[in-house]
């Protein structure tokens, strides 16, 4: 046996089998009405509707979040450090890594 018959035989086994599928599926074709084979989704849930109050119209006011307090000596907030940067205030001592 040489690998063009090997191939063969393997392409032929591999049509077999499709064609059996193919044929298998075919078989319940006919039978569309049970819900094994249909394509619907159906749910079914015992829950009732019920009515639910509505969100109060004014939404309650929050209190503004305290400032973080920074560690170590210096620290600035973001926004100070992007001004400070404007205005070239920052002395570079060491390195930056990011």
Excluded: C
Aim: charged letters at 15%; proline letters at 8%.
């Amino acid at each position: 046996m040489n690998w063009l018959h090997f191939f063969l035989l393997l392409a032929g086994i591999y049509g077999l089998y499709y064609l059996a599928m193919i044929l298998y599926d075919a078989s319940f074709s006919g039978k569309q009405g049970t819900r094994a084979f249909s394509h619907e989704l159906i749910f079914s849930e015992a829950h009732l509707p019920q009515q639910v109050a509505h969100l109060p119209e004014k939404p309650p006011e929050q209190k503004p979040k305290p400032e973080p307090a920074t560690s170590g000596t210096g620290g600035v907030s973001l926004k100070n450090l992007f001004g400070l940067a404007r205005e070239e205030a920052i002395i570079y001592t060491r390195p930056v890594s990011f």
